[in-house]
């Protein structure tokens, strides 16, 4: 276990960063330190608006200019909260992500009910300026902080005989009012290959502008991988399965015609029903954005997929 007993955490370890993520540790340990006044001042009124700490990271991939704050957090895709883009911003409030915890098991050496401090390392977050494309033509600049997904999975120890992974979605509908319709099956349900999941440049989020992840975002953790569309990223990930098996995803069993696995952002490969080519770059209204093979991201990514047929496979 990586959470720490009150008695081990030192008052220079007290930042609101840990406020609000081991709120019950802090409280203890700093009533034993006699620290307490002035606490309130220190807990903040919403989740998301706890800052992080992050280190920017040399794998910050572009330095075009970044979509705003409020561009990234009124225009979304989380069908559990409705399917219009202002949707989610406006009903994700209903979710609660603490307690939170996250499944994993299948082919792994230590499956568990892991807290979220169990996975991630807060003190080694990093900040990373990504690219991010939608197989509906809408793209955004977003610094994200997070971790290498790699650096998640490495602490559970998958087995070698784990050629992919799955993310599934928390389903609850009570918080969730999308997930008392029909419109996909839940819960929402993405995968990677192994190779995939363990690239350096995936990264598994919990925040994004220097802020704990809004819940329209995907609190308290999603997936990203820069080079694939943007459904390939669940959100409010609770459980990681590791398989020997391609993961049925959510979009693929939805409709197999438009939606493979690979899901690999390629200007020249159209969705049956609208090209790739070009891309609108919120806020703009025009498509006018040239899409880039791989999302941009080929010269680091394109060896994954040596000898595959990426019209066939996408
Ligand atoms: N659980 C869940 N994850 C999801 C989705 C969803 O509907 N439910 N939509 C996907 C799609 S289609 C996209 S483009 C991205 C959008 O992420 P953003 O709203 O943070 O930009 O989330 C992906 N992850
Ligand atoms: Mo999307």
């Known amino acids: 276990m990586l959470i720490r007993r009150p008695s081990d955490i030192a008052p220079s370890e007290i930042t609101p960063r840990d406020v609000y993520l081991r709120r019950r540790e802090f409280l203890a340990g700093a009533a034993a330190l006699g620290v307490v006044s002035g606490l309130s001042a220190l807990f903040p009124a ?5 800052p992080l700490t992050a280190a920017p990271s040399p794998l910050s991939t572009t ?3 970044k979509t705003t704050l409020a561009n990234i957090t009124t225009y979304n895709n989380f069908y559990e909260f409705g399917t219009d883009k202002g949707a989610p911003a406006r009903n994700a409030h209903t979710l609660k992500t603490t307690p939170w915890k996250v499944k994993v098991d299948g082919m792994v050496n230590k499956p568990g009910d892991y807290g979220i401090e169990d996975l991630i390392n807060f003190n080694a977050l990093e900040e ?3 690219r991010h ?3 509906e033509r809408w793209s955004v600049v977003i610094p994200w902080i997070g971790v290498s997904l790699s650096d998640v999975l490495k602490k559970v120890d998958p087995q070698p005989s784990a050629k992919f992974v799955e993310f599934t979605t928390l389903q609850r509908p009570s918080e969730m009012p999308g997930q008392r319709t029909g419109v996909l099956e839940w819960p929402y349900v993405e995968g990677l290959r192994m190779d995939e999941a363990m690239h350096p440049l995936t990264m598994m989020v919990v925040g994004l502008y220097g802020k704990v992840l809004p819940n329209q975002n995907g609190a308290p953790l999603r997936v990203h991988i820069p080079w694939k569309y943007g ?10 399965r590791f398989t020997d098996k391609m993961p049925a995803t959510t979009w693929a069993i939805q409709s197999p015609d438009e939606y493979g696995f690979y899901a690999n952002v390629n200007p020249s ?3 049956p029903r609208w090209s790739q080519a070009r891309e609108r770059r919120l806020p703009n209204f025009l498509a006018n954005t040239p899409t880039l093979l791989f999302n941009g991201y080929g010269d680091q990514v394109a060896s994954l997929y040596t ?3 990426l019209k066939k496979y996408y």
Do not use: Q
Not at 46 to 50: E, N, P, R, S, V
Not at 231 to 240: A, E, N, P
């Open 128 to 130: 990373r300026v990504y």
């Open 231 to 240: 459904f390939k990223s669940g959100k409010s990930i609770v459980r990681i």
């Open 133 to 135: 494309r939608c197989v």
């Open 46 to 50: 919403k989740a998301h608006a706890a």
């Open 63 to 65: 330095d075009e200019e």
């Open 269 to 271: 490969v159209p969705h």
């Open 307 to 309: 000898g595959m047929d």
